[in-house]
C-alpha cells in the first residue's frame, strides 16, 4: 500500500532548477555587461550641418538630435569625423536605423550603403541594429550621410551613433538593454525547462502534456522581447531578420496562448474557441508564406499585425474572464487546483492588457500620431512578462500544494480500499493480491494462517462489541509479534493470515512460540479476557509449484485440522470476558 507518486519531487525540481538558471543569468548577465571599453559618442562631437535639396545648407542645432523622414524622403547631413585622440583602437561606428536606409560616403567614395535599393522601390523595411567597420583614413575627414525613409514616421536618432572598437559597441548596446536582454534568456530557459519537464512528466507518469505550450508561450514571449528590442542576435537571429521574428512571434503569442488556454480548460470548451484558433493558425501561416515567397513583404502588414494581434486579445481576455467566473465558486479538494489555474489566467490577463497598450502605443507613434519615447517603448510589455513568469511560479506552487492534497485523498482512498476498519490490518482483497504476486513471482515464503476458537461463544453470550473487541484484541497481538512481517491480514470474521520471507520452519516456530507466550501473558494479566486461537502454518519448500497459494491453502488446512481438536476440548467450558 505505497504511493510513489515523482509528480511532486518534478515539480520541486522544475521550480528549483529554473530559480538557479535564472539567477545564473542575473549574475552572469550584470557581471559581463559592466565592461568598460574604447568607445565615444560621435554626436555632438561630430558637428553637423544639413544640406537640402536646392542646396541650402543649415547647421543642426545642439540638442535637435532626432530628425523625422516620410517615406521616400531624403535627408543628407554633412560634417568633419572626429579623430578622437582618446581612442587608441577603434573602427566601428553603431547606431540603429529606424526603417531608414543610409549611404555614408568620404572624399566621394561610399564607405557603407545599407537599404537604398530597396527605399527607392518603395519596399519597406524594419528597424535594424547596425555595426560598421569604418576605414581608418577618415578620420578628421569630411563624410556625408544620406538617409531615406522606409515609410511616414521614419527617424534618424543622433544619440545611437557611437565610434569605438566593435567588442566595446556591442557591450555598450546590450548594457543599454540589459532588462530586457536578461528577461528574454530567462523567459526562454523558463519555457525550454517546462517543455523539457512536462515531457519527462508526460512519458513517465502518463500524465497531460498540456503545460509544454506554457512552456512554447514563454519562448515565444522571450523571442519576441528580443526582436522588440533589437536584441534577436542572442537567439542566433541576424539584425536583418529581426523585423520577421517580432511581427511573426507577435501574431503567434496569442495564438498559441488561445491554445493553452484551450487545453488547460477543455471543460469550457466552445466551437468559437476552435475556430478563432483555427483561423489565428492559419493568419499567421498565411503571413508567412507571402514573406517566404516574396509576395508580401511581412514588415508592409504591419497594420494587419496589429489589427489581428489585438483582436485576438481582446477575445482571451473576454475567454479568460468566462473561465474566472465559471471557476470562482469552487471550493474543497479542487481548491488549490482552481487557484494554480486561476494564476496562470491572471497572469495571461496582465500580459494581454500589457501588450495591448504597447501596441496601441507603438500603432499611434507608426501612424505619427503620437512620438515614441524611447524609454516608455517596450516598457509595459516587458512588466507584464516579468508578472506572467511570476504567475507561473505562483501557479506551481499552488499545483504542488494541490498534488500533495490529491496525493493524501488518494492515500486515504487507497487505505479505504485495502485495509480492514476494524482491525487495521490489510483486508482480503489486499492480502489475496499479496498472495497472487508472491505466486506469480514464485517467491519463498512461509504462511500461517490463525483462527478465533471462541468468537462465536462470545458474540452469543456477551453481544458483537464485546466480539469486536476480542477479535481487534488479538490482531494487536499479531502486529506486535510479526512486527517484521510482510503481510498481516484478516480474511475475514475471525480468521487472520501472516506471511514472513523465507522457508525456515526454525524461525516460524520461533515466531509461534513467541506468540504463545504473548497469549498467555496477555490472558494472566487480564482477568476478564481469555484468548484461544488455532493456527496452520506452511512453507512454500512443501508444495508442488512453489507458490504463496498452495503454501496458504495448506496452512488453511492444517488451521482447520487443530480448530476440530480445540472445538472438542472447549466443549462445556464456562466463558469468561
Not at 480492514?420 to 515464503?445: F, G, H, M, Q, V
Not at 468468537?455 to 466480539?467: E, F, T
Amino acid at each position: 500500500m505505497k504511493n510513489n507518486n515523482p509528480k511532486i519531487i518534478y515539480l520541486f525540481i522544475m521550480v528549483g532548477v529554473t530559480l538557479t538558471f535564472i539567477v545564473i543569468y542575473l549574475i552572469l548577465g550584470f557581471l559581463g555587461l559592466n565592461y568598460e571599453g574604447q568607445y565615444e559618442p560621435l554626436y555632438p562631437t561630430m558637428r553637423l550641418e544639413r544640406v537640402y535639396d536646392n542646396g541650402k545648407v543649415e547647421p543642426l542645432k545642439d540638442g535637435d538630435n532626432t530628425i523625422f523622414l516620410d517615406k521616400g524622403e531624403k535627408v543628407v547631413l554633412r560634417g568633419d569625423f572626429p579623430v578622437f585622440p582618446r581612442l587608441s583602437t577603434g573602427r566601428c561606428l553603431s547606431f540603429v536605423s529606424y526603417t531608414t536606409a543610409y549611404r555614408f560616403e568620404c572624399a566621394d567614395k561610399i564607405v557603407a550603403e545599407k537599404d537604398m535599393d530597396k527605399a527607392e522601390n518603395g519596399i519597406y523595411f524594419p528597424r535594424k541594429v547596425n555595426f560598421l567597420s569604418i576605414p581608418g583614413n577618415i578620420r578628421g575627414k569630411k563624410m556625408t550621410m544620406t538617409f531615406v525613409g522606409g515609410k511616414n514616421g521614419a527617424k534618424i536618432k543622433l544619440d545611437t551613433f557611437y565610434f569605438g572598437d566593435a567588442y566595446a559597441l556591442y557591450k555598450l548596446f546590450l548594457v543599454q538593454r540589459n532588462f530586457a536582454l536578461l528577461l528574454s534568456i530567462a523567459l526562454a530557459t523558463f519555457g525550454i525547462i517546462l517543455i523539457v519537464l512536462n515531457v519527462i512528466l508526460g512519458i513517465y507518469l502518463r500524465g497531460k502534456l498540456g503545460n509544454i505550450f506554457l512552456g512554447i508561450v514563454l519562448i515565444v514571449l522571450g523571442a519576441y522581447l528580443a526582436s522588440y528590442n533589437n536584441l534577436a542576435f542572442v537567439f542566433g537571429i541576424s539584425f536583418e531578420h529581426s523585423g520577421i521574428t517580432e511581427y511573426f512571434t507577435l501574431m503567434s503569442l496569442p495564438v498559441i496562448i488561445l491554445i493553452n488556454v484551450i487545453i488547460t480548460n477543455k471543460k469550457y470548451l466552445h466551437p468559437s474557441n476552435l475556430i478563432i484558433s483555427q483561423a489565428g493558425v492559419i493568419a499567421v501561416v498565411i503571413a508567412f508564406v507571402l514573406h517566404i515567397l516574396k509576395l508580401r513583404n511581412i514588415n508592409e502588414m504591419v497594420v494587419f499585425i496589429y489589427v489581428f494581434s489585438g483582436l485576438n486579445a481582446i477575445y482571451l481576455l473576454l475567454w479568460i474572464h468566462y473561465i474566472k467566473k465559471k471557476e470562482r465558486n469552487s471550493i474543497g479538494s479542487e481548491l488549490y487546483g482552481n487557484i494554480a489555474k486561476a494564476a496562470i489566467n491572471e497572469g495571461y490577463v496582465i500580459l494581454i492588457v500589457f501588450a495591448l497598450l504597447d501596441i496601441v502605443i507603438h500603432g499611434l507613434n507608426f501612424n505619427g500620431f503620437i512620438p515614441l519615447n524611447e524609454n516608455v517603448r517596450g516598457t509595459f510589455l516587458m512588466l507584464g512578462s516579468s508578472m506572467f513568469a511570476a504567475s507561473i511560479f505562483v501557479s506551481y506552487f499552488y499545483h504542488t500544494i494541490a498534488s500533495l492534497e490529491q496525493d493524501d485523498i488518494e492515500k486515504e482512498l487507497e487505505w479505504a480500499a485495502y485495509t480492514d476498519k476494524l482491525t487495521s490490518l490489510a483486508n482480503r482483497a489486499y492480502c489475496d493480491s499479496i498472495i497472487a504476486d508472491y505466486s506469480k513471482e514464485k517467491r519463498p515464503c512461509t504462511v500461517f494462517s490463525f483462527d478465533l476458537d471462541r468468537l462465536k461463544i462470545v458474540n452469543d453470550a456477551l453481544g458483537h462489541q464485546k466480539g469486536d473487541r476480542y477479535i481487534s484484541g488479538f490482531a494487536h497481538v499479531l502486529k506486535e509479534n510479526f512486527e517484521q512481517a510482510a503481510l498481516i491480514g484478516r480474511m475475514g470474521g475471525d480468521e487472520f493470515i501472516v506471511i514472513i520471507n523465507g522457508e525456515d520452519m526454525g524461525v516460524a516456530r520461533e515466531y509461534l512460540n513467541q506468540l504463545a507466550n504473548r497469549v498467555s501473558n496477555l490472558n494472566f494479566s487480564e482477568a476478564d479476557t481469555e484468548y484461544e486461537y488455532s493456527y496452520g502454518c506452511a512453507n512454500t519448500s512443501e508444495t508442488e509449484n512453489h507458490t504463496a497459494r498452495e503454501c496458504y491453502l495448506i496452512s488453511d488446512q492444517r488451521m482447520y485440522e487443530m480448530k476440530k481438536i480445540h472445538h472438542g476440548d472447549v466443549t462445556g467450558k464456562e466463558v469468561r470476558i
